[in-house]
């Protein structure tokens, strides 16, 4: 599975995007996808994640905020963001793997595809 990430950008706070993250290769619907991001001199950190029966899990810091979801059918998952802070700034990656256990949602070790990131920098 090859996984592309698009849709960063820079807007100012209180203002919304949305980041796409399209795959190639089969089986797309069976896999758990995620979003991390990862600021400058900081480790990378779980964002969201939608697992194939489309069950959704957030970090605490973006609840309320952003949305993760899927379309099986063009193989895409979406990360629509509002309310953007600053503190969101970071280059973002979508990641995807077929065996991650709800446990492990979370780490990005567990995960054995990424795409290759895209910035968002909100501005104050």
């Known amino acids: 599975v090859q996984l592309q990430a698009s849709g960063g950008g820079l807007v100012e706070a209180g203002g919304s995007l949305r980041l796409s993250c399209a795959a190639s290769g089969h089986s797309f619907s069976r896999y758990t996808m995620a979003w991390f991001r990862q600021a400058p001199g900081k480790d990378r950190e779980f964002v969201a994640a939608i697992r194939y029966s489309s069950t959704t899990h957030y970090a605490d810091s973006v609840k309320g905020r952003f949305t993760v979801s899927r379309d099986n059918a063009k193989n895409t998952m979406y990360l629509q963001m509002n309310n953007l802070k600053p503190e969101d700034t970071a280059v973002y990656y979508c990641?995807?793997?077929?065996?991650?256990?709800?446990?492990?949602?979370?780490?990005?070790?567990?995960?054995?595809?990424w795409g290759q990131g895209t910035q968002v920098t909100v501005s104050s």
């Open positions: 990641a995807g793997d077929r065996a991650i256990i709800l446990s492990s949602i979370s780490l990005p070790h567990q995960y054995d595809y």
